[in-house]
């Protein structure tokens, strides 16, 4: 791919910024590619039987508990569908850790869009959510700084959103604020997003809500993914690294939302008040044990880019058997005479954390968030050395008063 890459001179000036924020600010045009909608309940018989059916055997995902309750009026509203066995099943294996690109002109095209989706945490462990080309977190943007990149964004999801570039120095009608910079973007529509991509580091982009009040709820649905902008000279300090974008779920009965099953209101509901509401925690989307492994080998200089995509929590991470080197804050490098060693960082919401680490202790360790309720609800990764095979997987994590979530199987 390094010799697909091009530069463009950076944004020079007023005029070439008022004639992107005309040509690209306010271009929103329909798109065919709507998700196909499931045939409504009353086509398959009285919704009524139909609920009673899934009463009755048991296999039903919505509607029977008074935790994950949700009617079908709400779910097609938050979801586009009007039976949750209708919402396209994704995991792992349907996701790209990067996300490609086409070259135009010297631009670097990407394609995203939002879709509801049912996101598997776990193995056998799914979620109503809402996923960048249907996963979570979305594939990773990576671009060399100075890169012009455009985004076209396609709104597949029932609700208008946006897309908001975190960290980047976008021009202001490119930052993707419903109300302050843009309109929302409708369902249907797409909005093409033009910028250069600067300044290095790591950054992340995430839905800004589709009006001030409801950014939360569309976080907390799964929108977000990091974007890395690599430094225009080459330089590059580590042998391997690897994103950690941490995430936080409201998990209801069945594989429920609380954010759908509440119609958007989510922390009304409150919850387990020891972790504001959240009672699943993920790595990458996924769910400890089902989070996988960091595999090194011994002598390897390893950098983790921390990325705190959640909306609420905090996240001590801390690492064992080794101490991290700090080497950039929110993407920003650290000069060498103020890094300091750690073996915990934190993370408030938004904030990333570039570290390093030499792998000098050979075994497996465990990576974790030190908000131990948080660990024990899924934030752990195992680090593993070549030659060092994971024991027995440890057994599923607790994500909520037990026989009320986490049994929703496939
Ligand atoms: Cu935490």
Known sequence: MKDKRTRTPENSGRRQFLRTGLAMGGLAVSSASLPVLAQSARDHGDHDMHQMHEQMHGNGHAGHDAHGEVDAK?????????????????????????????????????????????????????ILAWGYNGQVPGPEIRATEGDRVRIRFTNNL????????????????????????????????????????????????????SHHGDESVQMDMGL???????????????????????????????????????????????????????????????????VPSLKV??????????????????????????????VAIDGNAVPEAARQMRDVVTLAPGERFDVEFTADNPGIWVLH??????????????????????????????????????????
């Open 297 to 326: 080998r011994e002598g390897e200089r390893v950098r983790i880019r921390m990325i705190n995509a959640g909306s609420m929590s905090i996240h001590p991470m801390h690492i064992h058997g080794h101490s991290f080197e700090v």
């Open 158 to 209: 029932p609700v208008p959103t946006s897309l908001h570039w975190h960290g980047l120095h976008v021009p202001f009608a490119m930052d993707g604020v419903p109300g302050v910079t843009q309109k929302a973007v409708m369902p249907g529509e797409t909005f093409v997003y033009e910028f250069d991509a600067v300044p290095a580091g790591t950054r992340f982009y995430h839905t800004h809500g």
């Open 369 to 410: 968030c030190h908000e131990l309720h948080h660990a024990a609800m899924g934030m752990i990764m195992l680090i593993e050395y070549e030659g060092f095979e994971a024991e027995a997987k440890a057994p599923p994590p607790a994500t909520a008063p037990a026989g009320h979530a986490g049994h929703h199987g496939h």
């Open 74 to 126: 709400t779910l097609r509203a938050m979801m586009g569908y009007d039976r949750v066995e209708d919402i396209p099943l994704r995991g792992p294996a349907d996701a790209v850790a990067r996300l490609p690109y086409t070259e135009r002109d010297g631009v670097k095209e990407f394609e995203l869009t939002a879709e509801p989706i049912r996101w598997a945490y776990a193995e056998g462990r799914t």
């Open 224 to 290: 977000s993914g990091s974007f890395i902008v690599e430094p225009k000279d080459g330089s590059r300090s580590f042998d391997k690294e690897m994103t950690l974008l941490l995430g936080e779920w409201q998990l209801g009965a069945e594989g429920m939302n609380q954010v759908v099953a509440t119609g958007g209101h989510e922390h009304e509901i409150g919850g387990d008040h020891a972790t504001g509401g959240y009672n699943l925690f993920t790595l990458n989307g996924r769910s400890y044990p089902d």
